[in-house]
């Protein structure tokens, strides 16, 4: 078993392999150019990137909800729980995306005493659950866009057939839908209690917490539609960060390729995806078309500029959360 301090060696050399690799492959003759920021499509980006935290927010709190049932003193602050959000969205900058979305809320949660670990751990390892079933209903027309098997309109109709299935699936079965959709889900879980620390944890409380669980027929509804919307604007914060870059694609096909970049992104292994979300974009931008130099633009570029937005973000919701508490103290003394 390697050491703490091995594994961070291990995964930084990896991301000295990735980057290599990249440069070497690529062609980094625009990229030394210092290309031209489009600090409009920057401004957009940004709020797209508002608008996908804030939809990810809902989507998590209707979740929170569902998990809570018979908790009837548990404090659902939107804007608290926006805040850890935010800050799981800025360490992953850094640490591994999943790890930080999992382990960074949960463990705000538990200090907070808003959920018990095993109902903490179950709310964000759920949500995560909606963006894979949002991931498999568009494994297929990214496929089929990717190989340039099916047209535009092909692409589009199949998904629209498969986002369809997935409601009328809830619509049919009523309040169980949830419940169906999670029986693979379930079964994976309980690999965690195998784990030695997690297990240990929550061990024995892991079933009751999803006994105690319910979730309407109505709020599944709304965390399937929250979930197609957050991929929406994750998506249109993809095209936005390549207009900014001068790097042009179709929209389309952004909605289209994100998958292709989410599959080799799963990999999970370094710090923030670094090397290996770079390797993904760069394929994905090749098997669209772009130049080798517009591409190695973009991915650079894109690493820079999020990183930069994701902190800012999270920084500036930190200071706001702050200055309330602030005046809520106040306001409390007089």
């Known amino acids: 078993m390697l050491s703490r301090r091995a594994k961070i060696i291990v995964q930084w050399v990896l991301v000295a392999i990735f980057l290599f690799v990249l440069i070497y492959i690529g062609d980094v003759s625009e990229l030394t150019r210092l290309p031209k920021i489009r600090w409009s499509f920057v401004l957009l980006a940004y709020v797209s990137t508002i608008g996908f935290t804030l939809i990810h927010n809902l989507r998590w709190m209707v979740i929170v909800k569902g998990v ?19 800050n799981s969205y800025a360490i992953g900058t850094v640490i591994p995306n999943d790890i930080s979305l999992a382990g960074v809320r949960t463990y705000y949660m538990n200090q907070s005493h808003n959920l018990l670990l095993p109902a903490a751990l179950f709310s964000v390892l759920l949500d995560r659950f909606f963006d894979f079933i949002v991931f498999f209903v568009l494994a297929l027309p990214s496929f089929l866009m990717i190989t340039k098997v099916g047209g535009e309109i092909e692409v589009l109709s199949i998904l629209g057939l498969l986002m369809a299935a997935v409601f009328l699936f809830i619509y049919w079965k009523k309040g169980e839908g949830l419940d169906s959709l999670m029986q693979v889900y379930r079964s994976g879980t309980d690999l965690l209690l195998k784990l030695p620390i997690i297990g240990k944890r929550i061990e024995g ?42 790097v042009k694609f179709p929209f389309l096909q952004g909605v289209f390729f994100i998958p292709f970049i989410q599959m080799v992104g799963m990999l999970n292994i370094t710090p923030g995806g670094l090397g290996v979300v770079e390797m ?9 078309g772009v130049s080798e130099s517009k591409a190695m633009v973009f991915v650079v570029g894109q690493r820079i500029l999020l990183s930069c937005i994701t902190i800012s973000l999270a920084l500036v919701n930190q200071f706001i959360f702050f200055m309330r508490s602030r005046r809520l103290k106040e306001s409390g003394m007089g």
Request: hydrophobic share 40%; charged share 20%; glycine share 12%.
């Open 68 to 86: 809570s049932k018979g908790s009837a003193e548990l404090r659902r602050d939107f804007f608290q729980f926006y805040r850890w959000l935010l």
């Open 205 to 246: 409380k892991w079933k009751e917490t999803l006994g105690k669980s319910s979730f309407s027929e109505g709020s599944v509804y709304q965390m399937m539609g929250w979930s197609f919307l957050k991929y929406l604007l994750l998506s249109l914060r993809f095209y936005l960060t390549g207009r900014a870059l001068g």
């Open 280 to 288: 993904g974009s760069y394929g994905a931008l090749t098997l669209m």
